[in-house]
T-cell receptor, first 115, second 112 residues
Framework: AAGVIQSPRHLIKEKRETATLKCYPI?????VYWYQQGPGQDPQFLIS???????DKGSIPDRFSAQQFSDYHSELNMSSLELGDSALYFC??????????????FGAGSRLTVL | AQTVTQSQPEMSVQEAETVTLSCTYD???????LFWYKQPPSRQMILVIR??????QNATENRFSVNFQKAAKSFSLKISDSQLGDTAMYFC?????????FGTGTRLKVLA
């Protein structure tokens, strides 16, 4: 069965550079979530989209932006990268909005390292 | 504010034995969902089990079951017949109105 696809799996950037992470949800899933998991930390919610509209916003820095496109894939753009942005970034998808009744399926994550 | 607390940073269990991971949460909402996710060394997040708050019956999924105590706001995970493949980080998660909130995790090690 198709899963949530994240790319790239690994990314190394310098401070103050820009990075873009991509997420391709499970086919027919219309809701995408982004999470950031620092080393030894629990996943922190960043932002979610439902039907291409932002549905909720968590602890996403102003330097980050995201959007969901017409094919439901999503991109997380991170600018002016800082060392503290080094983390595993998870994307998850679900069908039918952000209700808890809709189980999230997580991608394998994109590991960003900022040097 | 909604919070999720996992008070056991690390646990270990012998293979084939039973272990219980604890989770407490705080919310003023009446309708919500609780989850346990497993994160093995691969760092993939895998759903283990889900519980709807309005259901009194505890959820079970093969060797995994929960003890959901709504009044006490407690949601523990019991793993029976532990297997080496159960070694992972386990996160308790809560979703109320919109977004998932994760606990800090319990690192479980199954010993041969």
């Amino acid at each position: 069965a198709a899963g949530v696809i994240q790319s790239p799996r690994h990314l190394i950037k310098e401070k103050r550079e820009t990075a873009t992470l991509k997420c391709y949800p499970i086919p027919r899933h219309d809701t995408v979530y982004w999470y950031q998991q620092g080393p030894g930390q629990d996943p922190q919610f960043l932002i979610s989209f439902y039907e291409k509209m932002q549905s909720d916003k968590g602890s996403i820095p102003d330097r980050f932006s995201a959007q969901q496109f017409s094919d439901y894939h999503s991109e997380l753009n991170m600018s002016s990268l800082e060392l503290g942005d080094s983390a595993l970034y998870f994307c998850a998808s679900s069908l039918g909005g952000t209700s808890g009744a809709n189980v999230l399926t997580f991608g394998a994550g994109s590991r960003l390292t900022v040097l | 504010a909604q919070t999720v607390t996992q008070s056991q940073p690390e646990m270990s269990v012998q293979e084939a034995e039973t272990v219980t991971l604890s989770c407490t949460y705080d919310t003023s909402e009446s309708n919500y969902y609780l989850f346990w996710y497993k994160q093995p060394p691969s760092r993939q997040m895998i759903l283990v089990i889900r519980q709807e708050a309005y259901k009194q019956q505890n959820a079970t999924e093969n060797r995994f079951s929960v003890n959901f105590q709504k009044a006490a706001k407690s949601f523990s995970l019991k793993i029976s017949d532990s297997q080496l493949g159960d070694t992972a980080m386990y996160f308790c998660a809560f979703i109320g109105t919109y977004k998932y909130i994760f606990g800090t995790g319990t690192r479980l090690k199954v010993l041969a």
